[in-house]
């Protein structure tokens, strides 16, 4: 049986669902010596923004029961290095690249969307108003809709390439938020972004991480995660991608059943390097199991 498993995203169009989350990949290099990326639905990189950022001092990164926080800080090397080096090697990898930007300014913003749609090396915009872990930019547009639908509706009116926001799961409300980046003019939304979170050392009884607080990622996001995407995928008309402790098969399946196009997979990537591959097959054994060949055909039938 022939299966199709084309992630239809609206102006976004890939040949399977499954991609690994910003932050949780680098550019693809250190993966590309496990396998070829191109077996990859796209390659969504770290965060890009407009100057180079050192992100939070150490500890950054800590264990937790069924997952992981941490507070990189968005940490890059900035756009325009990461346009002579960066994507022009992915590029030739033969996968489409979403690229996620993150800025502490509209103007930032901005011109870091622009300079990458002028690049020609990325294929989508993933808007990041959501990391919990800086002091300027992101929950500061991603916390409030009126400020995020203002950001979307400037980067849009700019942006040439399908654009997905990346909505927080810290909010009252993320239908509001997912409503407000569409009035703004999203193609799409990726959602959710970590959970905030804390550990703290009792022999040193103060918190692990340096900055105090980190972003929660792992398998204990993902009944959280889902529950959102079902709510978001029942009320605002948009592609989506999943994201939030995804680390099977039928995670991901889960998810695209409660309305996903197309999923992201993130910490699961740092305890097997294989997971992205390894769950594109898990679904494709699914759908030959239960004689599905196209997922089309369950995609939102849990709503």
Do not use: H
Not at 111 to 116: F, G, P, S, Y
Not at 207 to 223: D, F, H, M, Y
Not at 272 to 284: L, Q
């Amino acid at each position: 049986m022939t299966l199709d498993l084309t992630a239809d995203l609206g102006r976004l169009q890939l040949k399977n669902p499954v991609m690994p989350a910003s932050g949780c990949f680098g550019f693809g290099r250190e993966y590309s010596e496990f396998y070829a990326l191109n077996k990859l639905g796209a390659v969504v990189v770290n965060a890009v923004t407009l100057n180079p950022r050192p992100g939070n001092l150490p500890p950054r990164v800590t264990e937790v029961r069924a997952g992981m926080l941490n507070s990189i800080g968005l940490a890059n090397v900035g756009v325009d290095q990461v346009l002579r080096e960066e994507l022009p090697w992915l590029a030739e990898q033969n996968v489409p690249i979403i690229v996620n930007v993150a800025g502490e300014t509209a103007e930032e913003y901005c011109l870091v969307v622009e300079k990458i749609c002028n690049s020609g090396l990325a294929q989508a915009i993933e808007l990041n108003v959501s990391c919990p872990n800086v002091a300027a930019g992101g929950l500061t547009f991603g916390a409030d809709a009126r400020t995020l639908k203002s950001l979307v509706k400037q980067v849009s009116r700019l942006c040439t390439l399908p654009l997905f926001v990346k909505l927080s799961p810290n909010v009252t409300d993320v239908g509001e938020s997912a409503a407000a980046a569409k009035e703004g003019g999203a193609d799409g939304l990726s959602l959710i972004n970590t959970l905030i979170g804390m550990a703290i050392d009792l022999n040193l009884r103060k918190p692990i991480l340096a900055n105090k607080t980190g972003g929660l990622s792992g398998p204990a996001i993902k009944p959280v995660a889902l529950r959102m995407v079902y709510e978001v995928a029942k009320t605002v008309d948009l592609p989506i991608i999943g994201i939030g402790g995804i680390n099977s098969g039928e995670d991901a399946l889960e998810f695209i059943m409660a309305g996903a196009g197309a999923v992201m997979v993130g910490t699961a990537n740092f305890t097997d390097p294989y997971a992205c591959p390894r769950i594109i097959g898990e679904i494709e054994e699914f759908m030959r199991r239960q004689g599905i060949k196209n997922l089309e055909e369950i995609r939102g039938c849990a709503l």
